[in-house]
């Protein structure tokens, strides 16, 4: 099976900030990753998808970017409420699987 | 406006079979346009897939826990089901069903194997005697 890998595990940043989370593939998945926040206590929530392409109603300030086995999540001007955890999730083949998860905290 | 809910006991035992159902509103589960799935996540860690299913009844399972998972649907009750067999407190999680679109700017994905757009809330399972 493919093995989702995000890094960092956790981090820490200051509104206004811009933040990167990768995630890395263990073999090659084309385009097919999606990214999910997950606030505390509160169900995970689509941001992106094939990559890059963002969820309606998702703000601007989320981009993805990547394509092979190395994929980005970035989130410009960090607000307080972007506090949660993130999720990859590679959907090429069978089985769907997900990275172990990103937690952002804010300064 | 799309919803899923869903049910089902709060506590199993030990060996028995966890059984879940996830109702749909507000959209039709026969659309041709999505699968429907499972995913869990125990408590502090990360999602799991557990399995989709398409209206037809077309299942793809996690082959960490095909032995064990059975899913189902029934279209005339506009909802799907999970049953999980041989339950041990490593079984113990929020289990939260979802839809799976088939269709996105970036083309058709027949398999259904895909992402995971709309979420139910979610509900805690633990297993214990």
């Known amino acids: 099976d493919i093995q989702m890998t995000q890094s960092p595990s956790s981090l820490s940043a200051s509104v206004g900030d811009t933040v990167t989370i990768t995630c890395r593939a263990s073999?090659?998945?084309?385009?097919?990753l999606a990214w999910y926040q997950q606030k505390p206590g509160k169900v995970p929530k689509l941001l992106i998808y094939a990559a890059s392409t963002l969820q309606s109603g998702v703000p601007s300030r989320f981009s993805g970017g990547g394509s092979g086995t190395d994929f980005t999540l970035t989130i410009s001007s960090l607000q307080p409420e972007d506090v949660a955890t993130y999720y990859c999730?590679?959907?090429?083949?069978?089985?769907?699987?997900f990275g172990q998860g990103t937690r952002l905290e804010i300064q | 406006q799309l919803q899923l809910q869903e049910s089902g006991p709060g506590l199993v035992k030990p060996s028995e079979t966890l059984s879940l159902t996830c109702t749909v509103s507000?959209?039709?589960?026969?659309?041709?346009?999505?699968?429907w799935g499972w995913i869990r996540q125990p408590p502090e860690k990360g999602l799991e897939w557990i399995g989709s299913?398409?209206?037809?009844?077309?299942?793809y399972y996690n082959p960490s826990l095909k032995s064990r998972v059975t899913i189902s649907v029934d279209t005339s009750k506009n909802r799907f089901s999970l049953k999980l067999s041989s339950v041990t407190a490593a079984d113990t999680a929020v289990y939260y069903c979802?839809?799976?679109?088939?269709?996105?700017?970036?083309?058709?994905?027949?398999?259904?194997?895909?992402?995971?757009?709309?979420w139910g809330q979610g509900t805690l399972v633990t297993v214990s005697s």
């Open positions: 979802a839809r799976l679109p088939l269709y996105d700017s970036s083309g058709y994905y027949p398999e259904g194997l895909v992402y995971f757009d709309y």
């Open positions: 073999q090659g998945i084309t385009n097919y």
């Open positions: 507000g959209g039709s589960i026969s659309s041709n346009s999505y699968y």
């Open positions: 299913i398409y209206y037809s009844g077309n299942t």
């Open positions: 999730q590679k959907y090429n083949r069978a089985p769907i699987t």
